[in-house]
Every structure is written in structure tokens, then in C-alpha cells.
């Protein structure tokens, strides 16, 4: 084995938690690679097509969440543009309405009749003054129940909480999760990024020793730490960090059961990306009769030619391409794209969002697997269902960086040993 063999930490996966455990592990002074089975990025990845770059569908950075956070604790500051909220529609009973998005819009928007405005109005106000904590084994669907909100003030919340969650399965998702995200959003908003998400993986990522297309194999803790093994050869190291993706992922390269309870499906979104010669207006609509919502990315971000716009359209929760394609395409055409101005487009059909989403029957975020819960010391795990922090790329980099920090400390600690 060469000394280019050995490391302090080992991080197993190259989306934004393993690149954000890495990073805080290198900055820390750990000796650290990365391994990477496909290409670098995982869903924040980007694609550019005759000067549009187009995320992994519709991507938004909270300001002031856990993941801001995570990255400011690396001097990574993210350089992007917030939405313009005061063009947002409402698309319901088949017009397009003012979205209420603050007491200003709320009172002139025509979504709401004027006994409904008041009780949204005392939402709005009382949401703030929540703890979430207190949700932890309440479903979103039982918390609105018990709210009593009229139908057309329930149907503007659910819809608002899958802007800010990207489920739909109100069901089994706890409430602490979607009220913390709703008061993250009405605190601090998000950001649109310039030239994609690949601005955050290339700056986290800078300086790393990143191997793409090598996947790990398996992970074999020994006396001194770990082997992991990759179809190139085996690398050894004090500590791991697994971040390939999912808990399924994880659990196939652990030496044994973690004893994680089974967390649910997926969280998955058909997603249809546009490029378009000219910017369309209104742009932005929000449905409020059906999981569907499609926005501009740039402008305000930077990621498309002079003149030209990237647009993307989401149907929370996928069915089949037969059913969720034409639905998003009459969507982009309410929001103003013409059929001519199309340069050029992408479809997913069935995209995974989020690994899983915090179940109330297993406590919420508090709930969810901790990053040393692997019951293998040295060994850790991350990604956007670990830890009791944030949700979607928020929970990624809050639980990377943790992860990352703690792999550190067991490195360091087992070389003093040593």
C-alpha cells in the first residue's frame, strides 16, 4: 500500500454532504479523499446546454438556515439573487391570483375571500411564535386538521408547505419539520444561485482530492481504523464518512445492522427544465388546487444567455411521464413560455428530492439516524436524512459538516493512540 494509500478521514460519496464532510474535515487538518462512484455533485449537479445551465430541477439555498451555516463555517459565502415574490400568481379554480405571501399581498389578493383573509392573517401571524419541537410526533395532515382552517385557507398552506418541503404526503411527514420550514422561509428567504449549484460543489470541492468513478465497495474496520475497498484498490484510514445517498446505500456498506428503522420511500418530483429566448411573465405560479408549481431561476440568478431565461416546473410527488409531462407543460404555458421561445428542455420524470422525509411516527427530525448512529465507532454517516437539522440540501450540509468534524476528532484521537 502507498502513501497515497492512507488518509485520516475517508469520505464515501460526492453529493453536497460528503463534499461538505470532506471539506470541514480538510479544514480541520485532516488528510482526506473523496470517492465518488458517478460524477461529482449528486442532485446538486448542472447541466449546460447552448449557454442555459439547468439544475437537477428547482433549486433554492435557505438564508440563515443550517446549511448557510455549514458553509460560512468554511468561508463559503454563496453568491446569488432571492425570487421576486411580488410577481408570484396563485393558479385556483383555474384563474391566476395574487399568491399571498405577506399582509401587503395578502389583503390584495384575489385567492381569498375576506372572512378567509382574517384567519390567514392570524396563521401568518401565530406561526412565528411555534415551536416545532412540539410536533415532533404530529402529522402535517393531523396539525391542519386541528386547526380548522376554512378550505381555501387550507389549501393555501398546504400548497406554501410543499414550496418549502417538495412533498405532498401531508400524511406521515411531522409538523416540525414543515412549520420549522415555513418560519425559515418567512425569516430569512432563499437565494437563487449563480450558474447553478455547481457553485457550491466546485467551492467545496477546491483543494479536496476527489476520485470520480470510484465507488466504494466495502468498508472493513481493522485494529488501526478502516479498509475501504474500490474496484482501483484498497484505501485505509482512522475514519469514514458514508454520504452515497440514501439509508439503503449506506446500510450496504456497513459492517452490520445499524438497527434504523425503516424511514419510508423516497421523496420524488417530475421535473420539466426549459430554456427559453425571452423571460416570461408572470413567470412564477403556484397551484393551490394540485401539487404543481413552476418558476423562473434566472433571472434572478445568472444562468441563461442575455435575454434568455431558465425555467423549471415540479409536480410534487411523480406519477408516470404519460400523466405529469403534458400537466407540467400546460403549466409553463399559464406562466407565460411560448411553445417558440423553447431552446431547449429536459425532463425528468421521476426525480428523488430527498432521501426521505421525517415520519411523525418515528419522532420527527429528532427521529431521524444521528451521524455517529452506525454503532461502529470511527464510522459515520451523512446526507439529507441524518440528523435533527434542516431539511433537503440544508439537512445535507448541517449533517456533512458534523459528520465531518466528528471524523476528525475520532482520526486524531485514534492516531494519538496509535
Known amino acids: 500500500m502507498g502513501m497515497n494509500d492512507e488518509f485520516d478521514v475517508i469520505v464515501v460519496g460526492g453529493g453536497l454532504a460528503g463534499l461538505c464532510a470532506a471539506a470541514h474535515a480538510r479544514h480541520d487538518g485532516a488528510r482526506v479523499v473523496v470517492l465518488e462512484a458517478h460524477g461529482l455533485g449528486g442532485r446538486a449537479r448542472c447541466v449546460t446546454r447552448d449557454d442555459f445551465v439547468l439544475n437537477m430541477g428547482a433549486h433554492a439555498l435557505y438564508r440563515g438556515g443550517p446549511g448557510a451555516a455549514a458553509l460560512a463555517g468554511l468561508g463559503i459565502v454563496p453568491d446569488g439573487a432571492p425570487p421576486p415574490l411580488a410577481t408570484y400568481r396563485a393558479l385556483v379554480g383555474g384563474r ?42 404530529v402529522t402535517v395532515a393531523d396539525w391542519l386538521e386541528g386547526l380548522r382552517l376554512r378550505p381555501d385557507v387550507g389549501a393555501l398552506v398546504r400548497a406554501l408547505l410543499r414550496l418549502g418541503t417538495y412533498t405532498s404526503d401531508l400524511d406521515a411527514m411531522s409538523a416540525d419539520a414543515a412549520i420549522g420550514q415555513m418560519q425559515l422561509a418567512a425569516k430569512g ?15 467545496l470541492a477546491a483543494g ?23 474496484p482501483a484498490g484498497t484505501l485505509s484510514a482512522a475514519a469514514v464518512v458514508l454520504a452515497p445517498g440514501g439509508p439503503d446505500a449506506v446500510r450496504s ?10 424511514p419510508g420511500p423516497p421523496v420524488t418530483a417530475a421535473c420539466l427544465d ?12 403556484l397551484s393551490l388546487d394540485d401539487p404543481l408549481y413552476v418558476n423562473v431561476q434566472s433571472p434572478p440568478a445568472r444562468q441563461a444567455p442575455p435575454g434568455g431565461a431558465v425555467v423549471c416546473a415540479l409536480r410534487y410527488g411523480s406519477r408516470s411521464a404519460a400523466e405529469d409531462r403534458p400537466e407540467l407543460e400546460s403549466l409553463v404555458a399559464r406562466a407565460g413560455v411560448r411553445r417558440e421561445d423553447v431552446v431547449v428542455e429536459r425532463f425528468l420524470a421521476s426525480m428523488t428530492v430527498a432521501a426521505t422525509t421525517p415520519r411523525a411516527d ?24 441524518v440528523g435533527p437539522r434542516g431539511l433537503l440540501a440544508d439537512a445535507a450540509l448541517a449533517s456533512g459538516a458534523d459528520a465531518g468534524r466528528r471524523a476528525t476528532r475520532a482520526a486524531f484521537s485514534a492516531g494519538s493512540r496509535r
Open 362 to 385: 418515528l419522532g420527527g427530525l429528532a427521529g431521524r439516524p444521528a451521524t455517529d448512529s452506525t454503532r461502529v465507532p470511527g464510522l459515520f454517516v451523512a446526507g439529507d436524512w
Open 96 to 137: 391566476l391570483e395574487r399568491l399571498p405571501t405577506g399582509p401587503v399581498s395578502l389583503l390584495r389578493s384575489g385567492t381569498l375571500s375576506p372572512r378567509s383573509k382574517v384567519q390567514a392573517a392570524r396563521f401568518l401571524a401565530t406561526l412565528p411564535r411555534l415551536e416545532p419541537a412540539r410536533y415532533q410526533q
Open 189 to 203: 428567504g432563499v437565494h437563487y444561485l449563480h450558474g447553478g449549484w455547481d457553485q457550491l460543489t466546485g467551492a
Open 208 to 230: 479536496l482530492d476527489v476520485r470520480t468513478s470510484t465507488g466504494a465497495t466495502a468498508v472493513v474496520p481493522t485494529a488501526s481504523g478502516f479498509r475501504v475497498g474500490t
Open 253 to 262: 456498506l456497513l459492517p452490520d445492522d445499524p438497527g434504523w428503522p425503516d
Open 274 to 285: 426549459l430554456g427559453v429566448a425571452r423571460v416570461p411573465s408572470p413567470g412564477y405560479v
